[in-house]
């Protein structure tokens, strides 16, 4: 499959990159070529994802199978928030309008953001445990708004391109050896990650899902547009649920279903249409020694 990524780069595509160059013809668009310093089996086109006549430029002439859209920028508070939403709606924009007209189906990043969980003035007890795709979405931040309307966008081309595209909801992301989710801060401060209930997933979970995202797109499994959570086996503590919900916010949702340290986001939605289940728990990855894929 020839299958182009955006933000190939950055800290989680370069392991997108990494896996799908060993079974595909793989163009990764940056802000920056790499040089000679960039993966052996990837081309590199350097443009800024926000000017749609370059992108449009670019994607037509390579003519993909598939686009990973996979550059934003990645959280809040690192930028004027209207940046930010500029940055991520013109580039989603652009991309997927361009990936629409070429017939390129998508599998393109959002976030649990996207629910307003995490930055909302005062984090709420959410509807549903586990938190599924259906959950109403609610940011009050522009992050989470950017990703609302990145998702709109895919559901636009969807309908207009009859392509089909994939929207990811990763929880925060983590590296093997480098789980920041284990830190003592966050593990003795239950507030430190009350703001997504504890959620995590290791980027190699992310990448097995994005894989899988793409047969589901190719083969018809994904139709139209779908959304899917993305996160960890488990909370990052370790500890009941329930229990953590109960402590910290003194309640629980009417609508609640978990056992043990599950996990706040169902993850059954992509086991289901495209075969995925997160596989790699905190308790072996944040010792793991592997070494980040250069790209």
């Known amino acids: 499959m020839n299958v182009v990524v955006t933000g190939g780069r950055g800290q989680s595509g370069r392991w997108i990159v990494d896996r799908l160059a060993a079974d595909h013809e793989v163009t990764v668009f940056d802000q920056k070529h790499p040089g000679p310093d960039g993966h052996a089996e990837v081309s590199y086109r350097a443009l800024d994802l926000t000017e749609p006549g370059g992108v449009f430029d670019a994607l037509t002439e390579i003519d993909p199978d598939a686009v990973v859209h996979w550059a934003a920028i990645p959280v809040a508070g690192n930028h004027p928030g209207v940046d930010l939403y500029r940055n991520n709606t013109l580039a989603a924009h652009g991309v997927l309008t361009a990936a629409g007209r070429v017939g390129a189906d998508v599998v393109q990043a959002s976030s649990d953001g996207a629910y307003g969980f995490f930055f909302a003035e005062e984090t709420p007890v959410p509807d549903e445990l586990p938190i599924t795709e259906d ?49 003592g801060d966050y593990v003795e401060d239950l507030s430190a ?67 043990g340290d599950a996990a706040a986001y169902a993850t059954a939605k992509a086991t289901k249409l495209l075969g995925w289940e997160p596989t790699r728990s905190w308790r072996e990855a944040a010792d793991e020694d592997v070494e980040p894929p250069a790209v």
Not at 146 to 157: L, P, Q, R, Y
Request: hydrophobic content about 35%; charged content about 30%.
């Open 193 to 259: 990650g009350a703001g997504n209930y504890w959620s995590y997933v290791d980027v190699r979970d992310i990448v097995d899902l994005v894989e899988a995202a793409l047969s589901g797109v190719s083969d018809g499994d994904v139709d139209g547009h779908e959304a899917f959570n993305c996160v960890g086996p488990d909370n990052a503590l370790g500890r009941p649920l329930a229990e953590l919900m109960e402590t910290h916010y003194g309640a629980l949702p009417d609508d609640c279903d978990v056992e």
């Open 135 to 183: 959950h109403t979405l609610r940011p009050e931040d522009d992050y989470g708004l950017s990703k609302i309307v990145t998702e709109e966008i895919g559901k636009t081309i969807a309908r207009r391109d009859g392509v089909s595209v994939a929207s990811i909801r990763p929880s925060w992301i983590q590296e093997p050896g480098n789980y920041l989710c284990r830190d």
